[in-house]
């Protein structure tokens, strides 16, 4: 969402997997609609996400959150919507020492106010070593885009640490704009992630994740 109008929002459409550190990346010659590959993009993102004491936000699917590094660096809010998740973004704006706890912006905090009311603190950071490539058609159009990361993450809150390594792949403005094309690219994918020794992901954001859950 780089570039985005601060405020504006898109649907993701993706498919998470888990993956054992040494597994190497998938060969995605045979994806219709794909050919050829971009280049191995590294990003270092750092994540902070947080939430109401008693976690008004986790209760109803939302997840707001401040992240440093990638071309979609900024304030992120992420809620249910049909076919994936929303996202709404805002730029990043003025922070201190990237160590000391957010402090959300009235935009964000009027953007999740028909879910709950701040005040908001640290739930969770999420630390991730990111490589991206770009899976593209014959005209260079982005049908996916495939990442494989290495996360570290903390939960704020029980003072727990964990570390793992999951794919992700996203639909792209040059993916199927029907149902039915978007599940035969899924199911290319999926066949393609398994093969490699990919396997369907058990917790379905990395905040989860982070949370044990």
Not at 54 to 73: F, K, S, T
Request: charged share 30%; hydrophobic share 40%.
């Amino acid at each position: 969402m780089s570039g985005a109008t601060p405020g504006s929002s898109s649907v993701e459409i993706e498919s998470k997997y888990d993956v054992d550190d040494g597994t190497p990346v998938p060969d995605w010659s045979g994806i219709p609609g794909i050919a050829r590959v971009g280049d191995a993009e590294p990003r270092d993102l750092d994540a902070r996400y947080v939430d109401t004491v008693d976690g008004a936000l986790a209760r109803v699917g939302v997840a707001v959150r401040r992240r440093q590094g990638g071309p979609d660096e900024g304030w992120h809010v992420k809620a249910p919507a049909p076919g994936g998740r929303s996202e709404t973004h805002w730029p990043l704006g003025e922070i201190g020492d990237a160590d000391e706890a957010p402090v959300v912006p009235e935009e964000i905090q009027d953007a999740v106010a028909a879910w709950a009311h701040g005040p908001f603190l640290p739930l969770a950071r999420v630390r991730n070593h990111r490589t991206a490539y770009a899976l593209l058609d014959a005209d260079g159009g982005l049908v996916a885009e495939f990442v494989d990361d290495r996360v570290r993450a903390r939960d704020e809150r029980q003072g727990t640490e964990s570390a793992w390594r999951e794919w992700e792949v996203e639909l792209g403005p040059a993916g199927p704009a029907d149902d039915a094309g978007r599940a035969a690219l899924f199911a290319a994918v999926d066949a393609a992630v398994f093969a490699a020794g990919g396997r369907p992901a058990a917790s379905g954001s990395k905040l989860a994740r982070a949370l044990g859950r």
